[in-house]
């Protein structure tokens, strides 16, 4: 049996949910929007790669196309816990949570006026599996068919309660089938090579969102126009361009009046701005973290359980979180702490000198290994480098020489993906807003195996993930996220750090700007 379901919070029972997200919660007549005409101007430390959908698994590139393609359910007003319809008007789950109905929502066309069908949610979410990006992994162990124009099933092969949250996902925005297969895309088996519709959709827009693309460039600036047959409500500001710079270059731009708003300034540089902006600062689910190479053969110092064990207990985490200022909290397991099955303070690992100085020496060998991060890339108005030396020096202090590898962030990002380097430091925003996205941390993850770790590595707790992947019990699914990250400390290989407070700053003119937890800017959002 069927019936309507709704999520509510990252704690929802989908068994026990008989509620309907329905039509009624369109957007309202778009005749009372403010009149756009007006330009803003968005500065951000650019992590981008590509406007395809399909390829793009970055956060840069997640808010240029939350603004370009609508997906399936959204999430609004900085809610990160119920979804909302978009293209879907509605959607209904069976008991156990393996298959979900979606109603595909009434008049909705892309931006050259194709009307966008059941077919065209099917092409996309397909060709997202199948052209096997880095944001394909949201896609494992789902089939996706449309019995008619307006209706769309998705059928995990296991229970999975997520599906709400990651149906979310601009990954997983929509497409115009017709239009990118006629630029060489598809949605078949085998798209990983046959697919060569990127290049064309890093200059057209191929969607249904509040704004189009008019030109990207994933070094300096990329500009979005607004849509004129947006079905819904229309954005206040007709031109966004969104230009690279970092902190520094934000601080003054901000400032000066250059930049309307601003994404990556810290409280250091936010206390010193004058009255003529406006800062709206929230906690951010972002997760900086580190980890040891588990792969002998891109190490055979840092895949060792000696090193691990040296580094674990020879960090200092509080000092490091003293870098992050103002705002931020230390994180105690992979999961953020807005998240179902965070762990707390009592899990907690203290440094201990003696300790990690007794593991480097059953090493038999001074180890010394190689940190790499992004040098030209900030967050939250941090950057990479201040950790990687203090890092370096607390590792240094227990007898690990640590030699830091900064690069720009295009090959950096390329190496990490690739799974060559020695030590990591990286960060990660959700996927989306729930707790099963950070398996991804786990042996065989995408994340576990960019540091080396394979599946099978960990079957205790590959067993626990195992386990928690498919439960539907709320209060079951939050001791096993608890167990699992208990276990994933105890493993060591990937080591979570802090959370960083989010602020956004924006100039008198604009107002309020609010840093979004899932999307991290909600573009289309900006002074309605």
């Avoid at 399936?72 to 909302?84: H, K, M």
């Avoid at 607004?226 to 230009?243: E, H, T």
């Amino acid at each position: 049996m069927k019936r309507p379901a709704r999520l509510a919070g990252m704690a929802a029972v989908l068994a026990a949910a008989a509620l309907v997200i329905s039509a009624c919660a369109a957007p309202a007549d778009t005749t009372t929007q403010p009149e756009g005409g007006s330009s803003l101007v968005i500065d951000k430390s650019f992590d981008l790669v590509t406007a395809d959908p399909a390829r793009m698994f970055e956060t840069t590139g997640g808010i240029v196309l939350h603004a370009v393609y609508d997906s399936l359910l959204t999430f609004a007003d900085g809610d990160a816990e119920e979804p909302l319809p978009s293209v879907a008007s509605a959607f209904e789950v069976n008991d156990d949570a393996t298959e979900y109905t979606f109603t595909i929502r009434d008049g909705i066309t892309f931006s050259d006026g194709t009307a966008l069908t059941a077919k065209d949610v099917v092409y996309s979410l397909n060709r997202v599996k199948n052209v096997q990006g880095n944001g394909s992994f949201l896609m494992t162990g789902l089939t996706v068919s449309s019995p008619d124009d307006t209706t769309v099933v998705i059928t995990s092969d296991v229970p999975n309660t997520a599906i709400p949250a990651i149906v979310t996902s601009p990954t997983l925005g929509i497409v115009n089938s017709a239009l990118v297969t006629e630029n060489g895309g598809t949605d078949a088996e085998g798209a990983a090579e046959s697919d060569t519709a990127e290049a064309f959709l890093n200059k057209t827009s191929a969607g249904s969102g509040p704004y189009m693309l008019e030109s990207f460039d994933t070094t300096t600036e990329t500009v979005l126009v607004a849509n004129p047959s947006y079905w819904g409500d229309k954005p206040k500001y007709d031109r966004v361009v969104l230009r690279n710079a970092a902190a520094e270059a934000q601080l003054m731009d901000i400032q000066s009046g250059t930049a309307d708003v601003a994404l990556d300034l810290g409280s250091d540089q936010i206390g010193g701005l004058g009255q003529d902006v406006v800062v709206s600062t929230s906690q951010s689910p972002t997760m900086f973290f580190l980890f040891l190479n588990a792969d002998a053969g891109v190490s055979d110092v840092t895949s060792t359980p000696a090193f691990r064990e040296a580094v674990k207990y020879g960090l200092d985490r509080d000092a490091i979180l003293e870098l992050a200022g103002e705002g931020a909290e230390r994180a105690y397991g992979i999961v953020p702490s807005s998240f179902l099955g965070a762990l707390g303070a009592d899990a907690g690992v203290e440094r201990d000198v003696d300790r990690a100085k007794a593991a480097v020496a059953s090493l038999g060998t001074t180890p010394t290994v190689s940190l790499e991060y992004a040098s030209d890339f900030s967050s939250n108005g941090l950057s990479m480098g201040p950790f990687a030396e203090r890092i370096a020096a607390q590792l240094g202090e227990v007898g690990i020489t640590v030699n830091l590898t900064p690069g720009p962030i295009a090959t950096t990002l390329e190496s990490y993906r690739a799974g060559t380097e020695q030590m990591g430091l990286w960060l990660w925003n959700p996927d989306y807003p729930d707790s099963a996205d950070y398996l991804a941390f786990g042996p065989g993850g995408i994340v576990g195996l960019r540091a080396g770790w394979a599946a099978g590595s960990d079957p205790e707790l590959e067993a626990v993930m195992q386990q928690v992947s498919v439960e539907t019990d709320a209060g079951e699914r939050e001791r096993l996220y608890q167990e699992f990250q208990t276990l994933h400390n105890e493993a060591g290989v990937i080591v979570p750090l802090f959370q960083p407070a989010a602020s956004v700053v924006s100039g008198s003119a604009v107002g309020e700007v609010k840093y979004d937890p899932v999307f991290s800017l909600d573009i289309a959002a900006i002074g309605r």
